[in-house]
């Protein structure tokens, strides 16, 4: 089944303890992206890649890392979260050439 | 002024009941416009692209106005299962593959 995972789907964690949010997709995507979605402000990208080895902020990437050593894999690191970066994470996989995205389930980030 | 704006709703509306919803963007030189569906706390997921003839889709109907910079969703005879938060999405002309997300209009179906 053509999908996109993120693991782990809940997180409660606390101010500053390094966290990894795993995204892995299954459809030989180029692009991937993550995004943050927050009460009134919609869904804004967080960074994006459009192929192995290459990534680009996209609109509110401060205080993220991502990396993209693999097709297939694009983690989202925060190396010292803090409590505004709680929110509904998404990851998302397309073809290049195609706007179509596929999302994945959603991580729900709590930073206390 | 936002890139891509909706009207955050909610609409409260009857089964059986014609809807619609609009979308403004701003930027003229835009070249893809979607619409996607997300139910509560899930992920988004793409219910239409918008084309410039408008298109068809069942009971929903897709429709672009270049001159205003707006694209339009309607949703005729609602069901219930049509109750979600619907995503107007458009292309950001001149940066490859990077999509803007309208912050979503909120339906809801009542029987």
């Given at each position: 089944?053509?999908?996109?995972?993120?693991?782990?789907?809940?997180?409660?964690?606390?101010?500053?303890?390094?966290?990894?949010?795993?995204?892995?997709?299954?459809?030989?995507?180029?692009?991937?992206?993550w995004y943050r979605q927050d009460p009134g402000l919609g869904l804004r990208q967080?960074?994006?890649?459009?192929?192995?080895?290459?990534?680009?902020?996209?609109?509110?990437?401060e205080g993220y890392k991502v990396s993209r050593k693999e097709k297939r894999n694009?983690?989202?690191?925060?190396?010292?979260?803090?409590?505004?970066?709680?929110?509904?994470?998404?990851?998302?996989?397309?073809?290049?050439?195609?706007?179509?995205?596929?999302?994945g389930p959603g991580t729900r980030l709590t930073v206390t | 002024r936002k890139e891509v704006e909706q009207d955050p709703g909610p609409f409260n509306v009857p089964e059986g009941a014609t809807v619609a919803f609009n979308c403004t963007y701003s930027n003229s030189?835009?070249?893809?416009?979607?619409?996607?569906?997300?139910?509560?706390?899930?992920?988004?997921?793409?219910?239409?692209?918008?084309?410039?003839?408008?298109?068809?889709d069942g009971r929903f109907t897709a429709q672009l106005n270049r001159a205003s910079q707006y694209i339009s969703l309607l949703i005729r005879d609602s069901?219930?299962?049509?109750?979600?938060?619907?995503?107007?999405?458009v292309n950001k002309a001149g940066n490859t593959g990077k999509l803007i997300f309208g912050q979503g209009t909120t339906l809801q179906v009542k029987p």
């Open positions: 089944e053509a999908q996109v995972t993120q693991n782990p789907r809940y997180l409660i964690t606390v101010t500053g303890k390094k966290l990894t949010v795993t995204c892995s997709q299954n459809m030989n995507h180029e692009y991937m992206s967080i960074y994006y890649s459009m192929n192995v080895e290459v990534t680009d902020k996209g609109d509110v990437p694009f983690p989202l690191i925060l190396e010292s979260p803090s409590p505004n970066q709680t929110s509904l994470y998404f990851c998302a996989s397309r073809s290049s050439g195609l706007y179509e995205q596929y999302f | 030189a835009s070249q893809s416009f979607f619409w996607y569906r997300q139910d509560c706390r899930k992920e988004p997921k793409l219910l239409m692209s918008v084309y410039s003839s408008g298109n068809e069901k219930l299962s049509d109750s979600a938060t619907y995503l107007c999405v």
